[in-house]
């Protein structure tokens, strides 16, 4: 990915995404804003430049992977656009998503998609405070027989997230972005 590229994703998250005021997060913790990404992995220019941020980052980082995926819901357009992303680089990368639980009808499975089994995963996640989602994913993965060997999110709060992860699960951490590279 170009610097241009990388700028005008940044850019692009800060105007779409950033909304300044009191909120309570998904981890019940109050912040003086939220970065509802949601705004940006669904718009139509930003979702392939975090496809190829992402990809970009992971090979930096000398992770590889067969598949991408989260806690849904958060996460499932972070796993396609790296999927597509992947697609228009030539190469085969998968998107699952993980639910909370197993279901308990049907097939019963807690990841849906193509299988993890035996595949060398990524935990991919919007933006992170506590760790929390992405921890639930890789519990998910790993029951369903799936090597998780990194996790990845578009912004990291610093709050935390990166030290829990590196600790509970023993993967590496990536963020593309941190609240200080988005002026917070």
Do not use: W
Request: hydrophobic content about 45%; some cysteine; charged content about 25%.
């Amino acid at each position: 990915m170009t610097s241009n590229e990388r700028a005008r994703l940044q850019q692009l998250i800060s105007d779409l995404a950033v909304v300044r005021g009191k909120v309570i997060l998904s981890s019940g913790k109050e912040a003086d804003y939220y970065v509802d990404l949601r705004r940006v992995t669904l718009h139509h220019e930003a979702s392939i430049l975090i496809g190829r941020q992402l990809l970009t980052a992971c090979d930096d980082a000398g992770v590889s992977f067969a598949a991408a995926g989260g806690l849904t819901m958060g996460a499932d357009p972070v796993g396609t656009a790296i999927m597509h992303a992947a697609r228009e680089a030539g190469r085969e990368i998968d998107a699952f998503v993980v639910r909370k639980a197993a279901k308990d009808y049907g097939m019963g499975r807690q990841v849906e998609g193509p299988g993890v089994e035996g595949r060398d995963v990524l935990i991919v996640e919007d933006t992170s405070t506590t760790g929390g989602s992405a921890l639930t994913a890789v519990e998910g993965v790993r029951k369903a027989g799936g090597n998780v060997v990194a996790v990845a999110v578009i912004v990291d709060r610093d709050t935390g997230a990166a030290e829990r992860i590196k600790e509970e699960a023993g993967v590496p951490y990536i963020a593309l972005f941190s609240k200080h590279d988005l002026g917070l």
